[in-house]
């Protein structure tokens, strides 16, 4: 007998009248007075469950399949046949069930089959895959990583594994972890009683970095066409449901590109990877439609067909204030927006997400190029409804005069970034690059609000469980 | 004119006769006698660069183009005609050639066009994707990624996004960075004196994690094929070609498998990134053939064809003994095979990689599973001649009181591990996995030795430049 998964059975790769294999966590057991259990198996490998039917003939049906819950681990085999009752199309008639696994006081197991509030399960987080939540937003997490991936290489862009250890800061921010082997009990100090890093690992103070930008800058200018896609770290104490301290994020940067180009790639990016999850996740997105938005993929295939709305931070400054709306943050033209300007904007005003363009440059980070009006740098956020920014990106200053200009102007020391300064000095090129924030991108696409729900194991102040 | 990259035209994506645009930095300038310069322009998205011929013509000839010199950075616009010289099939006849950026005094340019040692490369990481070794290097470590991501993919694992930060330690190993938001000049302590975690950013003691591995167990149990594919840190002092800090690592991990199951996908996935390599890179595996390794690519042929040996670790034992070879380490039952051990076994007796299996359960992790001996583990190392152990893995123990038992005998606490023993309380199921280290696997690809070659920006013991 041959071993398929749930998924390929249903999408019809082992044929009715075959003998297969199923393996997987019991989903649901009922027992009918004839004699028999309708089994549930589960896998993962898609949302559904197939049923296999169990007949008291079988050697350990008193002994086990009866006394089968939620969860258990069994490999069924048997006769693939045509579906008696509705909702599938093929069950499974049971030669054999094997059980690698009970679970152990059913009434008490943590996920166990009654609904769960996401702040319980936050706390299991190492059974939580085994919900249709978590697992319909994992499985669409899956598909809009591998999906970034594709659509990246199939635009020539080269995946580099920037480092996660950094002795920079890339955006000025102190926000940062800090990484060391010194013994906090025997710290070694300098002849001026500070703590000496000379003797830490790498020699010098170290961090976990906020962003591989700058140093995949270096490689676009070698490579032209790069990205970075992984885990980045935010030392914030922010308790939202936004907000995680280590989350993961796509960099992708271009050489001798502009906003417009930066702006194509993004929105051909996020539309090629909404796309992919109608393509393939049509059974995780109707789970979302039916319990959290019923809007969820309607919405997502509008994504798909319409065009972002482009508005330039000036132009969203006036249709703000022109709204008439009030807000509790203030709103003036040099302002950093606030999320309920942002929120308003993109959900209100416009409906769809929204490219805000050519910010004030005081509010935007010192390697954004200069626009010729010498007040707004090229940069660019994009909103999505519901969640707010998904996309930061810009042109970055290729000027090595002005960017020097400009880190004098903030007080930074350009000796202490002269490698990025170099790529000025030697071939400089225009170019441009964004980050997408992959929890934020996968909450706005399943409607789950909570990027602690989105990430298997969630980090955040005081919360590193498991 | 439309945008074309160099792969795109080598690849006779344009036709002879088009406009076409090229954008890249200059590898090389000659001038001829009749008034006109070859400049070669490389944008890294292959090995090659293209030719443009410059003449007198240009308005920006004489006060530009002859001064262009090693990547200097260039948009080239004009007409793809035939070539008349040898070496490539077509060439560009410039309308123009804007410079972008000019190369400030190229005679004291840190990657000038002369053959530099990788360790002053290294010392100029920022700037050596200039390079042809460094850039061959990162396109085949991107084919080698992606390659990864697509077998995973076609054969039904989902990536899952395991945490870095963690207050678990898989390996039972000490050697782990540790991550911190607290104050050195300021540490908190508790009424007996010891550092108060319970003030630091997690609310307590947080490491970087050396695998991803028992958090991926976890999804396994719910999505039955999974895979973790990410950074990962070991805290080593170690200073030798095969070491780093910060590593990548990918770590599939299947449910209802067993160690046969477990080498046949690692076996699947190297011979298919391999393939991905030669079916890819070929300019680049030429390169290195001609400059570090004749044989680098029909070795990697003969991988693709040729299925590995599989040998036990008690015959590996015998067969190293009976080879008659002096080793500097001992060498007996029970010994952890020393690096010379693994090379001579795989390069001399065997001389192709090599999975060996069943290790000695003394010299192997807490989660491995016993064999029926009672003496081995169901591990596998799969060693690769001339770099040594590329993957590493093992079915799991998935008997809950066999578990506790090793790890009450290894002086472990279960309880610090409830989670991972609730994976045997609740529908445990056989499983296995492995982890393959990226770098090694390119360095194994390339014949380039030294690991601090394969990654963007090497991560060691006091070097955390950039």
């Not at 093929?90 to 509030?117: C, L, M, Q, W």
């Not at 809009?144 to 080269?158: M, R």
């Not at 960017?403 to 071939?427: E, N, T």
């Not at 696409?445 to 498991?466: E, L, M, S």
């Amino acid at each position: 007998m041959a071993v398929f998964s749930v998924k390929q059975i249903l999408a019809g790769v082992a044929k009715v009248g075959d003998s297969v294999t199923v393996r997987g966590w019991v989903r649901n057991r009922r027992d009918s007075k004839a004699g028999l259990s309708f089994v549930t198996v589960s896998d993962g490998s898609c949302f559904d469950a197939i049923q296999v039917i169990a007949e008291n003939k079988l050697t350990n049906y008193n002994s086990e399949i009866v006394n089968l819950t939620k969860d258990c681990a069994v490999i069924a085999t048997g006769k693939l046949v045509e579906s008696q009752g509705g909702g599938q199309s093929v069950e499974i008639i049971a030669d054999s069930i094997e059980v690698t696994g009970f679970v152990e006081n059913p009434d008490t197991y943590p996920v166990s089959p009654k609904r769960h509030t996401v702040e319980y399960l936050r706390e299991h987080a190492h059974l939580r895959i085994r919900t249709n939540l978590i697992s319909s937003v994992m499985r669409i997490r899956n598909t809009a990583s591998v999906a970034i991936h594709d659509y990246l290489q199939a635009n020539g862009f080269y995946w580099v594994h920037t480092p996660l250890i950094t002795a920079s800061d890339c955006e000025g921010a102190g926000e940062l972890f800090k990484v060391t082997t010194l013994d906090f009990d025997k710290l070694p100090r300098d002849d001026k009683g500070k703590v000496d890093y000379k003797q830490d690992f790498f020699g010098k103070e170290s961090f976990l970095t906020v962003s591989g930008q700058l140093n995949v800058e270096t490689y676009c200018m070698g490579l032209s066409k790069v990205y970075t896609f992984g885990p980045t770290f935010r030392a914030e104490n922010s308790n939202t449901t936004r907000h995680l301290a280590e989350f993961w994020m796509v960099e992708p940067e271009m050489a001798f590109a502009d906003l417009n180009d930066n702006m194509a790639v993004a929105q051909g990016m996020l539309k090629h990877v909404f796309k992919a999850v109608l393509d393939k996740n049509g059974d995780d997105m109707a789970f979302f439609a039916q319990f959290i938005d019923k809007s969820v993929a309607t919405r997502l295939e509008k994504m798909v067909n319409d065009d972002f709305e482009v508005v330039t931070y000036t132009d969203a400054i006036a249709r703000l204030e022109k709204s008439g709306r009030k807000f509790e943050n203030p709103l003036y033209w040099g302002v950093d927006l606030a999320s309920e300007h942002e929120r308003f904007l993109c959900e209100e005003l416009v409906g769809k997400p929204t490219i805000v363009t050519n910010y004030p440059k005081e509010i935007k980070a010192f390697y954004m190029r200069q626009n010729e009006d010498g007040k707004t740098v090229a940069a660019m956020d994009i909103l999505a409804p519901g969640v707010g920014e998904i996309v930061g990106g810009a042109a970055r200053e290729e000027r090595y005069d002005v960017l020097v200009g400009k880190m004098q102007a903030l007080g930074m020391d350009p000796a202490s970034l002269d490698w990025y300064l170099d790529l000025r000095r030697f071939g400089t090129a225009p170019h441009a690059g964004f980050g997408l924030g992959l929890e934020r991108a996968v909450s706005y696409i399943t409607g789950v609000q909570n990027v602690r729900d989105i990430i298997p194991f969630p980090r955040t102040p005081k919360n590193v469980a498991f």
